[in-house]
């Protein structure tokens, strides 16, 4: 049986370019799904599928996601001082265990595979997580879980898949599938962004990985790839070249590329229509543009 994944790296030391000026001094990980940062609903999902270490490659400039995991005593005693529990309760979501969480820098922002490489160390000889903070994945059984549980059987190194129209493909890793078992794919070979038209499937990649402590050891090497970036794609495909097992998982739920201003918008709708509180007038506003919409046509 292969061994448990228990440690899980968030690359968040990206530029963050498409939500200038927004991100000239708020992470974009810090940005709000209606109430929640997209870093907590990375973090819910990676404690839902089993993660005790949480090691995060950040960059200059992210100091309120430091901030964000730390207690705030001054906070947290108002609040019992006026017996505000609900609150309280909201805010253990963002304390971690002592210990629990780790964050090492990336200088310069070479790449997402640049990234994992950074925290080398931190895993050490055992497979590892990987979530992107900024593809949200609303799903009845969180993604990481989803993968955890078919990773306990393949082993290997497993990238979360989804279906991309054609036309779209080029924004993504995509897969060139060798077994087709439905959730589950065995992948003969991947490549980053491929040009238009030359994409071998439809099957993308999206921001969640199992990987062999082996795909650090391809990051070593530190070959540019797609637009001059390290690609963390290109060190899984080495995996396939040296005949490890590359797994494609199609995980049941709905992805938003929130690192996209109409994905977080979308995002946004979606997960305030989900809450109960906001439900009712967040419908029927949206139901009133749509008709003002069709009225002025
Ligand atoms: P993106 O490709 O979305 O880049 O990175 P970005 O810098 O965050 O955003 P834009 O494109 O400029 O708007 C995907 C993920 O990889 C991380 C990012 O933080 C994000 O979580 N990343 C990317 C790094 O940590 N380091 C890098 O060098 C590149």
């Given at each position: 049986m292969p061994k448990k994944v228990t440690k899980a790296i968030f690359p968040?030391?990206?530029?963050?370019?498409?939500f200038l000026p927004a991100t000239k001094s708020v992470p974009k990980e810090i940005m709000t799904l209606v109430d929640r940062p997209l870093i907590q609903y990375a973090i819910d999902e990676a404690r839902a599928a089993g993660i005790k270490e949480f090691i995060f490659v950040t960059s200059r400039g992210k100091g309120a996601l430091e901030d964000y995991f730390d207690h705030a005593p001054q906070l947290e005693q108002e609040l019992r001082k006026k017996g505000k529990t609900e609150l309280l309760d909201i805010l253990k979501d963002t304390n971690m265990d002592s210990g629990a969480i780790a964050y090492i820098r990336q200088h310069k922002a070479l790449g997402l595979g640049h990234a994992v490489w950074c925290a080398r160390r931190l895993v050490g000889d055992e497979p590892f997580a990987v979530i992107l903070p900024d593809d949200v994945i609303a799903a009845e059984k969180p993604c990481l879980q989803q993968m955890v549980e078919a990773y306990a059987e393949t082993g290997g190194s497993m990238v979360a898949a989804m279906e991309v129209p054609p036309e779209k493909a080029s924004s993504y890793g995509v897969l060139e599938v060798s077994e087709d078992m439905g959730d589950l794919v065995k992948v003969k070979s991947m490549v980053e962004k491929?040009?238009?038209?030359?994409?071998?499937?439809?099957?993308a990649v999206i921001g969640r990985y199992i990987l062999s402590p082996n795909v650090l050891t391809n990051l070593n090497r530190m070959k540019s790839g797609a637009g001059g970036e390290i690609q963390l794609t290109d060190a899984i495909a080495e995996e396939i070249a040296q005949d490890q097992a590359v797994y494609g998982y199609r995980f049941s739920g709905q992805r938003f590329d929130c690192g996209s201003k109409s994905g977080f918008l979308q995002a946004t709708v979606s997960f305030g229509l989900a809450r109960e509180e906001l439900r009712d007038d967040l419908s029927a506003y949206i139901r009133d543009i749509v008709n003002m919409e069709k009225a002025a046509e």
């Open positions: 968040v030391a990206g530029l963050g370019t498409r491929p040009a238009p038209g030359t994409a071998p499937s439809n099957l």
